[in-house]
T-cell receptor, first 112, second 114 residues
Framework: ETGVTQTPRHLVMGMTNKKSLKCEQH?????MYWYKQSAKKPLELMFV???????ENNSVPSRFSPECPNSSHLFLHLHTLQPEDSALYLC???????????FGPGTRLTVL | AQSVTQLGSHVSVSEGALVLLRCNYS??????LFWYVQYPNQGLQLLLK??????LVKGINGFEAEFKKSETSFHLTKPSAHMSDAAEYFC????????????FGSGTRLSIRP
């Protein structure tokens, strides 16, 4: 595998489910990001990690919980989501903060 | 504070015509600027970036952009559109320092007419 991979690519869940999104980067980067992309809205930065430390948390509801166990992996744990949380969730990485970001293909999440 | 404005949420051009996607930024310090492209059901892919070297930046797929400080602009152009250029394009800005985030514009959807 090369670049940034995300699993699953598609996820359908009920509002009471608990699920996790996984992101893995094979680029040796130090920073990783979670974005939410909804239809007709700008890309929303959710979380930023640098060297496995969270450096940004943009007022994201607590039903989204990130985890960065090492510099190559990033998770987004989901629980008791709402239908308005349905979106494309993109993971990205960069060599260091502020540098060009490399994106994964995204996870298309649908909350019923 | 930094911000990015992309003029026109949707641009349509004929195949072979000039592509011009507009981006204006505001930043208190000289910025890094980026253009990304997103094809359907995919993540964003870097087209090109400006990091204070040459003001005319060449990217992949025949695209280029010119940094104009006096106009605070970084418009994306391609001389001759191809059907495969149909996608969403995002302009983005960050500061020189190790900023924790890149600010993305709202995107411009490019359609190509046969």
């Amino acid at each position: 595998e090369t670049g940034v991979t995300q699993t699953p690519r598609h996820l359908v869940m009920g509002m009471t489910n608990k699920k996790s999104l996984k992101c893995e980067q094979h680029l040796g980067h130090n920073a990783m990001y979670w974005y939410k992309q909804s239809a007709k809205k700008p890309l929303e930065l959710m979380f930023v990690y640098s060297l496995e430390e969270r450096v940004e948390n943009n007022s994201v509801p607590s039903r989204f919980s990130p985890e960065c166990p090492n510099s190559s992996h990033l998770f987004l744990h989901l629980h008791t989501l709402q239908p308005e949380d349905s979106a494309l969730y993109l993971c990205a990485s960069s060599q260091d903060l502020g540098e060009e970001q490399f994106f994964g293909p995204g996870t298309r999440l649908t909350v019923l | 504070a930094q911000s990015v404005t992309q003029l026109g949420s949707h641009v349509s051009v004929s195949e072979g015509a000039l592509v011009l996607l507009r981006c204006n930024y505001s930043s208190s310090v000289p910025p890094y600027l980026f253009w990304y492209v997103q094809y359907p059901n995919q993540g964003l892919q870097l087209l090109l970036k400006y990091t204070s070297a040459a003001t005319l930046v060449k990217g992949i797929n025949g695209f280029e952009a010119e940094f104009k400080k006096s106009e605070t602009s970084f418009h994306l152009t391609k001389p001759s559109a191809h059907m495969s250029d149909a996608a969403e394009y995002f302009c983005a800005v960050t500061m020189y320092s190790s900023a924790s985030k890149i600010i993305f514009g709202s995107g411009t959807r490019l359609s190509i007419r046969p």
